[in-house]
């Protein structure tokens, strides 16, 4: 399994920010597809998560700005997150969740076993 | 949200020591816990999950541990290709929450 993303790395503050992560040898199937990323210089912070199958969740903090969507035809999935701000620079990463446990109520327990390079993208004036 | 807290932040140590990581959360996560590497400019790549079981090809020198709020990651004898950043992530809740790492230097 291979994940690649790509997107606009430059962006101005208010502008939407774009990226796909395309999944090579392997199907979107009953994983958890998450975008996650990474401040300079600081910790990772997961963002959100599809699955192809279902609706997205996202972190409480960015709903409203994020979106999360899937392709199963062309074995993708994207995020856009408008309105960013220079508090969004960072670099960003796709992920494939592996639910390993399903909870009673069907929640699933998933780590990040397969990752994207990395896109930076940058908001700056 | 369930917050992680590693510690410490940061440690230098030399090849062949033992280094112990721990990583506490705010409240029981069972043992649904994950453990990541991460070298400079890289993706990170998983180490461990469900708090003990190691990845297929990572080298045994890994080892993690614990249940409900307190979790360690050691590694046996550290190597040269060991320095790098290790977070834990939380597998029990949304959202997924990570520590906020611990970067392991050369001393």
């Known amino acids: 399994v291979e994940l690649q993303q790509w997107g606009a790395g430059l962006l101005k503050p208010s502008e939407t920010l774009s990226l796909t992560c395309a999944v090579y040898?392997?199907?979107?199937?009953?994983?958890?597809w998450s975008w996650i990323r990474q401040p300079p210089g600081k910790g990772l912070e997961w963002i959100g998560e599809?699955?192809?199958?279902?609706?997205?969740n996202y972190k409480s903090s960015l709903k409203g700005r994020v979106s999360i969507s899937a392709d199963t035809s062309k074995n993708q999935f994207s995020l856009k997150l408008s309105s960013v701000t220079a508090a969004d620079t960072a670099v960003y990463y796709c992920?494939?969740?592996?639910?390993?446990?399903?909870?009673?109520?069907?929640?699933?327990?998933?780590?990040?076993?397969?990752w994207g390079q990395g896109s930076q993208v940058t908001v700056s004036s | 949200d369930i917050q992680l807290t590693q510690s410490p932040s940061f440690l230098s140590a030399s090849v062949g020591d033992r280094v112990t990581i721990t990583c506490r959360a705010s409240?029981?996560?069972?043992?649904?816990l994950a453990w990541y590497q991460q070298q400079p400019g890289k993706a990170p790549r998983y180490l461990i999950f469900?708090?003990?079981t190691l990845q297929s090809g990572v080298p045994s020198r890994f080892s993690g541990s614990g249940s409900g709020t307190e979790f360690t990651l050691t590694i046996s004898s550290l190597q040269p290709e060991d320095f790098a950043t290790y977070y834990c992530?939380?597998?029990?809740?949304?959202?997924?929450?990570f520590g906020q790492g611990t970067k392991v230097e050369i001393k």
């Open positions: 992920a494939r969740g592996f639910p390993y446990y399903y909870d009673n109520s069907g929640s699933p327990f998933a780590y990040f076993d397969y």
């Open positions: 040898d392997g199907s979107l199937g009953d994983y958890y």
């Open positions: 599809i699955k192809h199958s279902g609706s997205p």
């Open positions: 409240q029981d996560i069972s043992s649904y």
């Open positions: 469900a708090a003990s």
């Open positions: 992530q939380q597998l029990n809740a949304y959202p997924r929450t």
